[in-house]
């Protein structure tokens, strides 16, 4: 894991405290956001360029995947 | 709290954060404030693929908060903030699209003109959560 990775992941773990004043869904949620940063954690990884390709892509794809369901609620789809 | 939130938000924002004075001793940099100028493309630098890489994950983290706030009620479906919402994240996402495509493919002037797209849309989804 490269440094910046880490430090985004820290970054992610530092946001916690801030919203999750104790209800549980917020803690699902902060750790939703969590994972999200952790994720990131194998791009880039020196070494494997393809296995760090085919990570890229699958973190891309649940992203966007996210992006649309986030969106056609919002919309009330 | 929903305040903090925004403000978690905003420090893991696509545009560099300029620290104020104030008077006291300078704090060590949080972990937030060090990844600032990493997400941001700096003067007279083009868009890597690292930030890109960090713009979809803070993109991704942004959405959780929405998604918590649509379930606790404080966005209601379908209401005009919750269009605004959905409105710049669908901004957010085809500009991050268009950045990582042009980016791959070495076109670092469109990679760059669509990042920053990619952040004024994020802006957007702050300044609608804000409401």
Not at chain 2, 45 to 57: K, P, Q, R, S
Not at chain 2, 96 to 112: C, F, H, I
Request: aromatic residues 4%.
């Amino acid at each position: 894991m490269n440094d910046t990775l880490k430090l985004l992941i820290e970054a992610g773990k530092s946001i916690l405290p801030a919203i999750v004043p104790g209800a549980a869904v917020a803690i699902q949620i902060g750790k939703g956001i969590v994972d999200a940063l952790d994720a990131a954690k194998d791009i880039g990884t020196p070494g494997d360029q393809s296995a760090s390709a085919e990570t890229r892509e699958a973190i891309r794809a649940k992203i966007l995947e996210h992006f649309d369901d986030t969106i056609a609620g919002l919309r009330g789809d | 709290m929903r305040k903090m939130m925004i403000a978690a938000l905003a420090a893991l924002c696509l545009s560099a954060c300029a620290t104020s004075g104030t008077g006291k001793p300078p704090a060590p940099p949080s972990p937030i404030e060090q990844l600032a100028p990493i997400l941001a493309p700096l003067a007279g630098n083009h868009v890597t693929a690292e930030a890109i890489d960090l713009a979809f994950a803070a993109s991704d983290a942004a959405l959780y908060v929405v998604d918590f706030m649509r379930s606790v009620g404080w966005i209601t479906d379908g209401s005009p903030k919750a269009i605004a919402l959905a409105d710049a994240a669908e901004k957010l996402k085809g500009w991050l699209v268009v950045a990582d495509t042009a980016q791959r493919a070495g076109d670092v002037l469109k990679a760059d003109g669509a990042y920053n797209k990619a952040a004024a849309a994020y802006s957007l989804i702050l300044k609608a959560l804000e409401r």
